[in-house]
């Protein structure tokens, strides 16, 4: 069993430039390529669950989320996400697995898409991947080196920075 | 007081390549403009205490390194250092500081130097600067998602990769 | 006098991304740290005429560089320019500048943004500043290693390359 | 037939970071690389002659770079080489083809390792391909955005510039 399950969602982390429309949109994730740059030994399992921006996550798409969680032989989770709505999505984790659903879920993401070369990802994605080996059984976001509970945090809109309580 | 110190100390980390003499060398340190680039919000103290491949570094340097730890006002510390002789390095300080010595310290660096795109140092900075705000007391060596105690670590010269007992 | 001159008119060259918004904008050129990045050891002089999607070019805009063209004491001129209509600009300066009009009028520019990792925009700036020096009076296009007359290319809007007759 | 020939010697150009041995090596060229990120559009060939530090090359190297040339169908050549010796290079290349010899042939090369971020080399391959398509006959050195003639350059060892007479 792989130590670490990585669920991707789409969200800024994984925006690319389309050179026919000259538009962001979304193609293939650049976790597994982010894992190898990171040069990651530790046994880490990626599946895309959607791909999309988060500002466009729907009810059913965070109920999906929840139950893969669930479902997830592996007890410790990273999700890559939007950050726009990334708050919203802890909140339902957060309600469906008590502290002592035995299962550490770190939410991530980036700034910036990693395609940029001024992208925050690479650290984030390291940043995650960290907290969730150490970390009690609960809901976390961790972005940009800090790491929340999921019902201490919320996105300031006009910073564009993630802030605890 | 800054949540996290950071001494630097050269390594693999922080070589660029000199135009003129058209090999590696060091200069300033990157992990200020690391931290930029990672967008890092948790409040960090950086001290270079030496700019050296770590394969140069004396006893004296490793001296030098465990007293700036103890004084460091900060208790959880991050050090930049030289992937060939890191081990060493947490040996020192693995025996300088007893598990109770109130300092969680974790060493890390990278296989490849930053100024390269294709380098893990963001990847590895993001983790280490996470692992030492959760571990308990003690001294570690965080590369490449993995983190180790420093006596159960060693590099494997072969595959350039830390292993664990 | 500089031995080139360079007007920026905004294009895919020049795209940002925007942390807030999470769009693409554009904020200052990136010119003069391309030409830094080239180490570029000819005299340029840049001048921004306006920072604009080529296809919000107005008749008004391509008047306006027409006339800093005109005005402009050096004659060998680059013109970073949105490919969408890069080839109407052509047309606008080829129509006032008759081939004896002393002038080498180059326009580039890039299928991706120089802010992405992956952007053609240096190759392609490398590429113009070349073509200026040593082409005749005339006013061309520079894109992917290839130079057009300016009466004589088209867009491909289905495979986004640049073709000649 | 294609364009462009592209000869490939090395040269820093072509360095690449050695993890194990944490120094600068040769592995395979990144021309076709490099070709891709500027997505040319000319037809070019690329065959690598050798993949040596120009301070290495010795005559007979330079003889068969020369028979090189001259047994290449294709008239307009581009060299990638280390600038440490790419003046004596061009200098044997000079007195082999006259100035109607019939050969366009371009040396160019990098300050800085393509595969570092910081790489001057994607523009000075976007000038070296755009500069022989379009001068007459002759040998030249490419680089910087300047191009000389072989017989009007040198190497300024104290700035790492190239300079004409």
Wanted: net charge negative; charged share 20%; hydrophobic share 40%.
């Amino acid at each position: 069993m792989p130590a670490i399950r990585v669920f991707v969602t789409g969200g800024t982390f994984d925006k690319q430039y389309n050179e026919l429309t000259g538009t962001l949109a979304f193609k293939d994730t650049h976790v597994p390529e982010m894992l190898r740059l990171g040069r990651c030994r530790v046994d880490v399992a990626v599946r895309t669950l959607m791909m999309i921006d988060s500002l466009e996550m729907s009810d059913s798409d965070r109920a999906l989320i929840v139950e893969q969680c669930r479902q997830s032989p592996e007890p410790r989770i990273v999700i890559t996400h939007g950050t726009d709505t990334m708050v919203e999505t802890a909140l339902a984790l957060g309600g469906a697995f008590a502290p002592d659903g035995g299962r550490t879920i770190v939410l991530t993401g980036a700034m910036v898409p990693y395609a940029f070369g001024s992208s925050d990802g690479l650290f984030n994605l390291g940043s995650a991947l960290s907290f969730v080996q150490v970390l009690p059984a609960g809901v976390y976001i961790a972005m940009n080196g800090r790491c929340f509970a999921w019902d201490r945090v919320r996105k300031n809109r006009e910073s564009g920075v993630f802030e605890g309580d």
